[in-house]
């Protein structure tokens, strides 16, 4: 019998322990002493607490002298330190157990759940991420609508103002989610605001070659370029049957660093005039953009069309 | 006391955000002095900027901005943070502060700015 308990006890894939009736441990299997690196005699008694991680310490003997005096099957995760030094979180399970009868001590057995633990605690802070751009996102949404109510002249006009505003950011998210958020290609999200501003697409050309923009500049950028054209649309070059717009981006060296230059240009609309108030577009452009991509931004309203140029640190050059 | 010629420091990352608070703080009287949207550039502001408030994001593109509040505490300046982490979000140094939730209402905005001026 004692062969098949120690065959049983040494093979097992899990961490077994035994304590006697004044709750020291007088029993370790070998997963156990392979785990720790110590020897049977360094564990026995109290000896095996040492390498309790000091801020589980407390709380772990205590729930196993409370439940032990009330003879109680208990359930605990703590941390102890594994012969490499580094600290693992076990779930240890430990029940009395009777001898002829008598309660005759506690056999205990523990696994290892550190993964599981750190998955546990990815998908925390995963929600709590998920939680603070949610709220960001409604912040955003708040100041679209603060933006399109402000200055439409009816109710049905801010609607349709709002709706596209929305409509760019929900582009500019699909164009990075494509990339699981990493970033978006600058065509992409160009071509997505081409399709949501123009159903006349040949009067809008776009050229460039790949470059990945980060998620907040892809999303800046595009509620920019989306503003573009809804001033375009409005008064500039496709507010008429004839007018077009040139939207290209190159590298080029600036300060000696490779920057990223897209350049729009509006020909063939009517004659354009400055505008007589900040519109959200403006804004953008002239004062916000600028922050978001450190970089620099011009708008000309010249009489034979607008221009515009967005210049950007692209650090390691485009592909 | 009036509101007048309060100048406010925006240290925001999401642009259209910065929009919307230069718009409610417009209309609520006060004047943006600036806006930043990393720590790098709003720290510097602090000793050269003419201002009479700061608010401040907390997640500045994936960097903290308590760095600022730090700077801005230890020169005794008024501040409170705009968060969509809420007050948990904060660390205890600066936990007594003003915390807006994102996202805030105008008065929301009224009630934060006048509790950070009488700390």
């Given at each position: 019998m004692v062969g098949l308990f120690e065959e049983l006890a040494n093979n097992a894939p899990v961490m077994i322990w035994r304590s006697r009736l004044d709750k020291l441990c007088d029993f370790f299997n070998q997963p156990w002493l392979e785990f720790t690196g110590r020897t049977q005699e360094q564990e026995f008694g109290n000896g095996w607490?040492?390498?309790?991680h000091p801020e589980d310490y407390e709380r772990c003997l205590a729930i196993y002298s409370g439940a032990f005096d009330a003879r109680e099957s208990f359930s605990m995760e703590y941390r102890l330190q594994r012969a490499d030094g580094e600290y693992r979180y076990l779930l240890d399970n430990g029940a009395p157990f009777t001898r002829d009868g008598e309660f005759a001590g506690y056999f205990g057995s523990c696994i290892d759940i550190t993964e599981r633990k750190q998955m546990e605690d990815g998908r925390l802070v995963l929600i709590a991420e998920l939680n603070h751009r949610v709220k960001n996102m409604l912040s955003t949404v708040q100041s679209l609508a603060h933006q399109s109510c402000g200055r439409a002249s009816t109710p049905r006009e801010a609607e349709e103002l709002l709706t596209g505003r929305l409509m760019a950011l929900s582009q500019a998210h699909e164009a990075l989610a494509e990339q699981y958020w990493h970033g978006a290609d600058i065509g992409n999200v160009m071509r997505r605001m081409v399709a949501l501003a123009s159903?006349?697409?040949?009067?809008v050309r776009i050229s460039g070659a790949l470059a990945t923009l980060r998620p907040g500049i892809a999303q800046s950028l595009a509620m920019a370029i989306y503003e573009l054209f809804l001033n375009a649309m409005q008064y500039g070059a496709l507010s008429n049957t004839t007018g077009t717009i040139d939207i290209a981006w190159t590298q080029v060296e600036h300060y000696g660093e490779p920057w990223l230059e897209i350049a729009w240009k509006e020909e063939g609309g009517p004659p354009v005039a400055p505008p007589q108030s900040r519109g959200l577009g403006m804004r953008l452009i002239r004062s916000l953009l600028p922050l978001e991509i450190s970089g620099e931004t011009t708008i000309d309203f010249a009489r034979q069309g607008v221009i515009a140029h967005i210049r950007m640190p692209i650090p390691g050059g485009m592909q | 006391m009036s509101n007048a010629a309060r100048r406010v420091l925006i240290v925001e990352d999401e642009m259209l955000i910065a929009i919307l608070l230069e718009d409610m703080l417009s209309e609520l009287g006060y004047e943006v002095a600036a806006i930043a949207s990393r720590v790098d550039t709003a720290l510097p502001l602090i000793d050269t900027l003419t201002f009479d408030l700061a608010i401040l994001d907390v997640n500045l593109a994936g960097e903290s901005s308590f760095p600022v509040a730090d700077a801005l505490a230890r020169k005794g300046r008024p501040y409170l943070f705009a968060t969509g982490?809420?007050?948990?979000?904060?660390?205890s140094e600066h936990a007594h502060r003003p915390v807006l939730v994102k996202p805030f209402s105008s008065r929301d905005l009224r009630f934060a700015i006048r509790s950070a001026f009488h700390d």
């Open positions: 607490t040492e390498r309790i159903r006349d697409t040949d009067r | 982490y809420g007050r948990e979000g904060i660390i």
